[in-house]
């Protein structure tokens, strides 16, 4: 090998090399969508406000989610449930995709007026996803079981459960508490408007009292909110 071709290997190494150091440094790739974990986060209106300004600034922030790096993100309102406010998800594949987006972050406006006035956030694996697409209503179930089962106990009855939302609404997904303020189970199940909705609940109410009328669950507590979805576009 010749001089020149020696030097050419040499700075098409280096240069990619370089390109490759300044990337890692400078800005976060996005890996290919796993949705093996995801975020779900709720926002409370607070008390006199009104859904505007948290709306505009929750399509701002999940907007903000998907460019820092995360799958997939959506956002949905309440119509029905315990919180009025705001329900909020987003898709990552692992922890490690988690820490490159938490580690990415600049710093807090410490400034920035807080338009909510309560929030949680539960980092869930997703133990079943068949509810591929964002419907325009959706049931987000939470589900509580007795702290005197085992996991697998736990598991085993909120699949039992899980079964029946999700023959009923024809695909629901599953998530299981990994960190969070509360051991909870949680489904999403879609419908495309409150005639829909009807059927539904009346397959999940037939389904429920043939199958696990008798059977002993230990569920401690038990919420079904319904949302509407948020256009972020």
């Known amino acids: 090998m010749n001089m020149k071709n020696i030097l050419l290997t040499f700075i098409l190494v280096f240069g990619s090399f370089s390109f490759a150091m300044h990337h890692e440094k400078d800005e976060f790739v996005k890996p290919e969508p796993t949705f ?24 701002q922030y999940q907007k903000d989610q998907v460019k820092s790096g995360y799958s997939a993100c959506g956002l949905y309102k ?11 998800y987003c898709y990552f594949n692992d ?3 988690f820490a490159s987006i938490m580690d990415s972050r600049g710093p807090d406006n410490l400034n920035e007026r807080q338009n909510f006035a309560s929030h949680t956030d539960h980092i869930v694996n997703v133990q079943e996803r068949n509810l591929t697409a964002g419907p325009p209503y959706v049931v987000y179930v939470k589900y509580v079981f007795a702290s005197s089962l085992s996991i697998n106990e736990a598991d085993s009855a909120a699949r039992k ?23 909870a189970t949680y489904f ?9 909705f009807a059927v539904k609940s009346t397959k999940v109410s037939e389904i429920m ?12 507590s038990h919420s079904d909110d319904l949302l509407s979805k948020v256009d972020l576009n």
């Not at 999403?188 to 829909?196: L, V």
């Open 36 to 59: 093996k974990m995801a975020l779900l986060s709720t926002y409370e209106l607070g008390k006199g406000s009104s859904y505007g300004a948290l709306q505009r600034e929750m399509i």
């Open 78 to 88: 309440h119509e029905f449930g315990s919180i009025r406010g705001f329900y909020t």
């Open 95 to 97: 922890l490690e995709h």
């Open 161 to 183: 459960i899980f079964e029946v939302y999700n023959t009923a609404f024809g695909g629901c997904n599953m998530f299981g508490h990994y960190w969070g303020p509360e051991n």
């Open 188 to 196: 999403t199940c879609g419908y495309e408007n409150y005639s829909d």
């Open 209 to 220: 009292v043939a199958n696990l009328a008798d059977v002993a669950l230990h569920v401690v």
